[in-house]
C-alpha cells in the first residue's frame, strides 16, 4: 500500500520542505491542498509554470508523486460559480503541468460548520453585526481563502446544506439569545456564570438551540460536539463543565416528555 503525506494544515511550508518530510517519514507521495496558500502562491514557488519541469524532476528524483490535488470550492454554491470553475480550471493546469493523476473537490463537514458557526456566533459579541452580514462578510470568497491560512476549519468551502445550517443556526442563536442565556444560567449549578469565557458561551448556545430547534441534529451530537468544541478551545475543566450542562438540561427534556405522556 502507498502512503501519501498531505499538505493540509501546513500553511507556511515550502514544497522543499515537504519533500523533507515525506522523505525522512518514507512516504511515497504529496497530496496538494488548497490552492490558496503559500505553497501555491510563492512567486517563486516550484508550481507556477516555468517551474513545473524541474519540480516533476525532483519528484523522480526522490521517488516521490503527486497522487491528488485538493481544491477548497464548492460546486453546490452556484452564486460562485465563475469562481468556483475558475479554482477549478487553475488545479486542472497544475495537474497537467505536474502529471497529476487527480483533482479532488471537498465539502465541509457538518462538524467544521458548526465549528465555524460557533466561530460567527462568538464574533458577533465583538461586533454587534446582523447575523446575515457576518455569515456574508466571512464567507466571501476572497475573505475565506485567507482564513484556511489561519485555521483548518476553513479548509473547506460549506456546502449548500451546510450554509443552510449555518445562516439558520447563527440566526437562531441571535434571535433567542436571551432565551438561551436563561437556560445557561438556570443548569450553571456551582458555576459562576459570569466566568463563563464568551467563547464557552457561544458553544453552548449553539448546542441548546440545536437541541431545541434543529431536528435533523439528534440531541446526542449536539452535546458531544459542544463538548469536543468545548475542550478543543477551553479545555477539560470547561468541556467537563459544558457536559454537565447540557447533560442536565437534555434530562430535564425527557422527564419532562414523560410527564406529558402519563
Known amino acids: 500500500m502507498k502512503l501519501s503525506f498531505s499538505t493540509k494544515g501546513w500553511h507556511n511550508s515550502s514544497f522543499d520542505e515537504f519533500c523533507k518530510i515525506a522523505t525522512d517519514l518514507k512516504f511515497e507521495g504529496i497530496e496538494l491542498h488548497n490552492i490558496h496558500n503559500r505553497l501555491f502562491t510563492d512567486k517563486d ?11 516533476v524532476r525532483k519528484l ?15 460546486c453546490g454554491m452556484s452564486d460562485e460559480e465563475e469562481k468556483t ?20 473537490v471537498r465539502a465541509m463537514t457538518r462538524g467544521n ?9 462568538y464574533g458577533r459579541n465583538f461586533t454587534g453585526e446582523e447575523p446575515r452580514d457576518v455569515v456574508s462578510t ?3 470568497k476572497d475573505y475565506y481563502a485567507k482564513l484556511s491560512a489561519e485555521n483548518d476549519v476553513y479548509a473547506e468551502r460549506p456546502s449548500r446544506a451546510q450554509m443552510g445550517y449555518i445562516d439558520n443556526v447563527v440566526s437562531g442563536v441571535a434571535n433567542r439569545a436571551d432565551e438561551l442565556n436563561e437556560i445557561i444560567g438556570k443548569y450553571s449549578i456551582g458555576w459562576d456564570v459570569s466566568r463563563i469565557s464568551r467563547l464557552t458561551r457561544s458553544i453552548l448556545q449553539l448546542a ?3 437541541i431545541q430547534y434543529v431536528s435533523d441534529v439528534p440531541t446526542g451530537v449536539a452535546v458531544s460536539e459542544a463538548v469536543r468544541l468545548a475542550k478543543r ?3 477539560t475543566d470547561t468541556s467537563s463543565f459544558v457536559n454537565g ?10 422527564t419532562s416528555v414523560v410527564e406529558e405522556e402519563k
Not at 45 to 55: E, L, Q, S, V, W
Not at 245 to 254: D, K, N, P
Open 60 to 74: 523522480y528524483e526522490l521517488k516521490l508523486s503527486i497522487p491528488c490535488i485538493d481544491s477548497i470550492c464548492d
Open 85 to 104: 470553475l475558475e479554482e477549478i480550471r487553475a488545479c486542472i493546469k497544475i495537474a497537467k503541468n505536474l502529471k497529476i493523476p487527480a483533482v479532488r
Open 233 to 235: 478551545y477551553d479545555g
Open 138 to 140: 466571512r464567507l466571501d
Open 208 to 210: 441548546l438551540f440545536e
Open 113 to 121: 460548520a458548526r465549528e465555524l458557526a460557533v466561530h460567527l456566533i
Open 45 to 55: 514557488g516550484a508550481f507556477h509554470d516555468y517551474a513545473a519541469a524541474a519540480t
Open 245 to 254: 450542562i447540557l447533560g442536565s438540561y437534555a434530562r430535564s427534556l425527557e
